[in-house]
C-alpha cells in the first residue's frame, strides 16, 4: 500500500482533563466511519492519527485511538492504534466470533506526534491474514488466517467509561488526516460518516472525504 504522510503536529497542550462524568462502566466510540465496500484481492484502511497526549484515564479504564476493518459482523475486525490504560502503548486486536488475538505491549509513539497507523490484508483475495503497520513498519505480528474478509472501515476513539476523558479537547482534538481505504490496492478516500455515541459530550467534526476530528467536549485541551 501506499505510505501515509506523516503531518506536522500540532503544539502538545495540556491534557488529563477529568471530565467530571460518572464511572458507568459502559464503552462509548466517537469519529467516523466509512460505509464503502472494500472487499478486495489487498485490502486495507490507513489514516494519519495524532498521539493525543495523556488523556484522563479512569482507575482501570482505558483510551484508544485507532484505525479498522470491519467484516460482515460486529465480532470481525482487526484493529491497529494507541492505547493509554494508564501506560501509553501502541496496540494491535483481532476478534472472529468473539475469539480475541490482541498485543498491547508495543513500543508507544511519542506523544503530542503524529503517526502513520495501517491495518492491511496483504496476502491477496484467498488470504484473512491480517498485518498492522505504524510509520510503515510492521507491528505486532499478523493475525494469521482468521477467516473473514473486510468489508469497511471504521477510524474511532474510544473509551470504557463516562468517566474517561475521549482522546483530544475542544482547542486540541484527536485528528485523522491523510484517511484512505484501499481495495486491490486502489486507493479510495476514505469519506466517512459521524460517530458520536453522546454529542453533548463529545465533539465529531468531518472535514473532507480523508479528514475527520473528535474530542471531549467537557475538556478544553
Not at 483475495?125 to 482468521?146: A, H, L, P, R, W
Not at 473486510?150 to 474517561?164: F, K, P, V
Request: with cysteine.
Amino acid at each position: 500500500m501506499a505510505a501515509g504522510v506523516v503531518l506536522s503536529s500540532p503544539a502538545v497542550a495540556s491534557a488529563s482533563c477529568y471530565p467530571g462524568r460518572p464511572n458507568d462502566s459502559n464503552y462509548y466510540f466517537t469519529g467516523w466511519n466509512s460505509p464503502q465496500v472494500v472487499y478486495g484481492e489487498a485490502t486495507a484502511n490507513s489514516s494519519n492519527i495524532y498521539n493525543y497526549p495523556s488523556p484522563y484515564v479512569y482507575p482501570g479504564s482505558g483510551d484508544f485511538s485507532w484505525v479498522m476493518l470491519n467484516g460482515t459482523v460486529g465480532t470481525e475486525y482487526a484493529q491497529v492504534g494507541w492505547v493509554q490504560d494508564p501506560g501509553r502503548n501502541t496496540f494491535t486486536e483481532w476478534n472472529t466470533h468473539g475469539v480475541i488475538g490482541d498485543n498491547f505491549s508495543i513500543t508507544p509513539q511519542t506523544p503530542g506526534t503524529t503517526s502513520w497507523y495501517e491495518v492491511d490484508t496483504l496476502g491477496g483475495q484467498i488470504s484473512t491474514d491480517y498485518c498492522f503497520f505504524v510509520n510503515g513498519n510492521e507491528v505486532g505480528g499478523c493475525s494469521g488466517y482468521i477467516g473473514w474478509y473486510a468489508s469497511y472501515g471504521e477510524d474511532n476513539s474510544e473509551i470504557h467509561t463516562a468517566a474517561d476523558q475521549m482522546p483530544g479537547g475542544i482547542y486540541q482534538p484527536e485528528v485523522w488526516n491523510n484517511a484512505f481505504l484501499f481495495n486491490n490496492n486502489v486507493q479510495q478516500n476514505f469519506n466517512g460518516s459521524l460517530v458520536n455515541y453522546n454529542p453533548a459530550w463529545f465533539n465529531a467534526v468531518v472535514y473532507s472525504q480523508t479528514m475527520a476530528q473528535a474530542g471531549d467536549a467537557y475538556c478544553s485541551s
